[in-house]
């Protein structure tokens, strides 16, 4: 933001996030109120998360438009845990889990700012965490579906609640009903004419006009009944819940930091600061502790809010201030009319806005780019609504550590030719047919880092190659190796002193510092000698050629592994 010369914010940017902030809190509050219902607390806790959390961030953070409240991610892993200790569903009980439970978010928040790992938002890869979204999303839409048509069922799993669902569909309120496809109505005109407009805002206003006007608690439509009206009290955490919430505080910390960033970094335009994870960390885990003292459930930063705050021309954190004092205005003035709003409605909003975590446009782009990750994204999400939110979340890092495994496990050795007419040094391939070898000559260039789980594939593929072209020299470039780890080291000396017993020549080249250290540690350097460890690949090629025994010839049988 922009400031004078007596350090106020200058008038135009001031009015700009201050529209900006009020358009935002007409999306953000009726969300917010929708995903305290999805988490089964009451729409006053959206309130207070909208509220707190928001206000603390917008003073912390280091994203300059992110919007940091409730999400549908976080409400549904919120719902399964304080079902888990709290499953009579006892409302003073419920206040005090999700208290515990948001401090529990913010203190593990802040001692992975304390361990510096910001870097675990990377933990999980973008194919899996589409594919966990999608899962929440499900989740979500079946969870709410009930509330959408008047009908109540006993929760057991995702897929005996369809059943659920289906068997008790015939006790349908078609008022109810009604009311659900009129919001649903409004928000997709709404949405489709004027994109990010205050459609939950219309579409909440509009059901408690409804409510209101035709008495429709009177005539079987469930509504939010009395909302507490003024600031949120101070709610004290229950020690003895600790043990109970820690497994599930992780998997709500894990995904608010993931989605925080992840949004956060989405909206960060160019010239603006970068987003800093560290920081990140500090200000959300403040945020939750400040949360959980006044009434919030558990926060992170939220993409389709955030997408609002630029899309009305947010320029700082001043749009999350005026939106976090919109909610305490509400919370002081619009209370009571707010207990007239229909289940249906908040449900309606929910399913709305929770859809756009099923993305099968992006399923199907990872399985143009790759079948691998497709699977994986397929795992989380089955992971999700197999096993259950929380444990998805373990299914999803587990696929994505499996994935990285695989991938480090099986790096590539690359035949290199030369571009014909230039000197240029490539990988052969389909696409480079008329680039050039060389009779006797064979380079081989692994990639990546070499270390104790990939040392034997690259050596048996590097023997695979050997067999099959039988070089009078074989080139091992090691230019695109990082690091060859003590291991992997062990496993090419004794490849070297092998292939020697057979009279088999070996030249390596292009070690960078670190490698040729090792190498040389390990006698490896002082057995090849300055002959046959050579600068570059360009290197070998003139001394091989220098040698007066080589032919050149076309890769049409060349083929890298």
Known sequence: MRLTNAGQPSSPAFRVDLVAGLTAAAVVIPKAMAYATVAGLPVAVGLYTAFVPMAIYALLGSSRVLSVSSTATLAILVATQLGLVVPDGDPAKLVTATATLTLLVGAMLLLARILKLGFVANFISA??????????????????????????????????????????????????????????????????????????????????????????????????????????????????????????????????????????????????????????????????????????????????????????????????LVTAGAALATMLLLASVMGLLPHA??????????????????????????????????????????????????????????????????????????????DVLRPVSPENADDETFEGLLILRPEGRMFFLNAQSVIDQIDDLVAKHAPRVLVLDLSRVTDVEFSALQAIDEYEK???????????????????????????????????????????????????????RTPETIEAV
């Open 127 to 320: 194919p899996v965490l589409t594919g966990f979204k999608a899962g929440i999303g499900l989740v979500v839409v079946l969870d709410q579906f009930p509330k959408l048509v008047g009908i109540h069922i006993t929760k057991e799993g995702f897929f005996r609640d369809i059943v659920s669902v289906a068997h008790h569909l015939p006790e349908t309120s078609l008022l109810t009903l009604a009311v659900a496809v009129a919001v649903f109505a409004v928000l997709i005109v709404m949405e489709r004419r004027w994109p990010h407009s205050p459609a939950p805002l219309i579409a909440v206003g509009g059901s408690i006009a409804a409510s209101w006007l035709f008495g429709l608690q009177a005539l079987g439509v469930g509504t939010v009944g009395l909302i507490p009206q003024g600031l949120p009290s101070i709610t004290l955490p229950d020690l003895s819940l600790v043990e109970q919430l820690i497994p599930g505080a992780l998997g709500v910390a894990l995904m608010s930091f993931t989605e925080t960033i992840a949004a956060g970094r989405a909206f960060a335009k160019p010239g603006e600061p970068p987003i800093n994870a560290n920081r990140e960390l500090v200000a959300t885990g403040v945020a939750n502790l400040g949360g959980a003292l006044l009434g919030a459930m558990p926060a992170g930063g939220g993409t389709s809010q955030t997408a609002v705050v630029r899309s009305v021309g947010g320029q700082s954190q001043m749009v999350s």
């Open 345 to 422: 409605t908040l449900a309606a909003v929910v399913i709305f806005y929770s859809v756009g975590l099923i993305q099968p446009a992006e399923f199907r782009t990872i399985l143009k780019v790759r079948a691998m990750e497709f699977r994986w994204a397929l795992i989380a999400c089955a992971g999700v609504l197999i096993f259950g939110t929380l444990k998805g979340i373990l299914v999803a890092i587990i696929a994505s550590m499996i994935g990285l495994a695989t991938q480090v496990t099986q790096p590539h050795v690359y035949v290199i030719g030369r571009k014909r007419g230039a």
């Open 498 to 552: 092998r292939e020697a017993e057979r009279h088999h020549t070996i030249w390596i080249v292009g070690m960078n510092p670190g490698v040729l250290e090792v190498a040389r540690h390990c006698g490896l350097a002082d057995r090849l000698g300055h002959e046959r460890m050579l600068f570059n690949a360009r290197l070998a090629i003139e001394k091989f050629q220098s040698m007066g025994m080589a032919g050149r």
